[in-house]
């Protein structure tokens, strides 16, 4: 008897603001016709790429598909929280035709893979491939690249430093894990500034990746889905740099995330000019959230990475529903939370 076929995975991974939510919410609207399965992870208490994709269901994706997982990054939680979540969707009476996971932007993809090769999941579902979402203008900006020569300054002036960058490391590890390279936000770049950013991540990536580049997440189901299948057999070949350093540990000690109560804006005009200014005066990798906007019924999305803000209205808010706004803010540690909290307040 020919034992039943495995359920496909696809593994989306990316730093902290690369569009991987934007990519999903393209793949849900443009299915053809696949049902989809989605897990989606972030970093912190308080989930919002889940209500971002909870409120663009539909019949590729209904709101039930949706398994959101808020208890911290999924690579450090695999056990207790990935496990669980996978027997919730394999135990249904209607399975899915793909699953896909988001992971935090701040999770290290391979050990999430390897979780494929328990009992429990490996006999019925596969990695068909790891999608590692890249931000093009902020690769382009330098972002994810230390100064060398002000590193081995620092290294010269007190031996007793330690200069590795959690950003830079964690970013050259999702990439090093990837099938598929997505390099995002290609409308914000010239056509020179893709090549320079697809060469500098050729630089960190494993040999055989495919590399496409998009804008607003727009990528056929095709292109993302059907790459090469059984990437839990082979993902030992992509090391994380704490493994190459012959390291098993990984934490993320070096970020924390918070969340702020945001009153009710004037316009959407008003509340981005509020973050703006915020993300000037503070080093923040990450904000997003929900903002209620006075005279609109529907909840305004906000979406801040770097110095850009992108805001829209998705849903209406629902009956009995609060109005309320709730921004959650992602930075290394020691970020200013105060100063942070009464800057969005307004």
Not at 21 to 44: C, D, K
Not at 271 to 300: Q, S, T, W, Y
Request: proline letters at 4%; glycine letters at 8%; hydrophobic letters at 45%.
């Amino acid at each position: 008897m020919t034992a039943p076929a495995k359920i496909p995975a696809t593994v989306v991974t990316g730093f902290l603001g690369a569009g991987k939510t934007t990519l999903i919410r393209h793949l849900i609207a443009n299915a053809g016709g696949r049902r989809i399965a989605l897990i989606v992870n972030e970093f912190g208490d308080v989930g919002i790429d889940g209500e971002v994709l909870r409120a663009c269901a539909s019949e590729a994706c209904a709101e039930e598909d949706i398994v959101e997982l808020a208890n911290g990054c999924i690579c450090c939680t695999v056990a207790d929280d990935f496990i669980p979540a996978m027997e919730t969707i394999l135990a249904r009476t209607v399975q899915p035709d793909h699953i896909v996971i988001e992971t935090s932007g701040l999770a290290l993809p391979q050990p999430l893979v390897r979780a494929f090769r328990w009992p429990e999941i490996a006999t019925r579902v596969t990695v068909d491939g790891v999608v590692t979402v890249v931000d093009g203008p902020a690769v382009r900006a330098g972002r994810f690249a230390h100064d060398e020569e002000a590193v081995a300054a620092q290294r010269a002036a007190d031996e007793t430093l330690d200069h590795e960058d959690p950003i830079e490391e964690l970013f050259e590890d999702q990439v090093r894990s990837a099938d598929l390279l997505v390099l995002h936000k290609a409308d914000l770049m010239s056509e020179e500034d893709v090549e320079a950013v697809k060469t500098e991540v050729l630089a960190h990536a494993s040999a055989g990746v495919r590399v496409v580049a998009a804008a607003n997440g727009a990528l056929p189901a095709e292109v993302l889905l059907g790459l090469t299948g059984n990437v839990e057999d082979r993902i030992d070949e992509r090391p994380t740099t704490h493994e190459m350093e012959g390291e098993t540990q990984h934490d993320h000690d070096d970020f924390e995330s918070f969340v702020v109560e945001a009153p009710e804006a004037l316009d959407a005009a008003e509340i981005e000019a509020r973050i703006r200014k915020v993300l000037d005066a503070h080093d923040v990798l990450r904000l997003k959230g929900f903002v209620p906007v006075a005279g609109k019924a529907a909840r305004l999305v906000i979406q801040a990475v770097g110095s850009r803000v992108d805001a829209y209205f998705d849903r209406p808010w629902r009956e009995g529903e609060a109005r309320r706004g709730r921004l959650v803010v992602i930075g290394e540690k020691g970020i200013d939370q105060r100063a942070i909290a009464t800057g969005l307040a307004g």
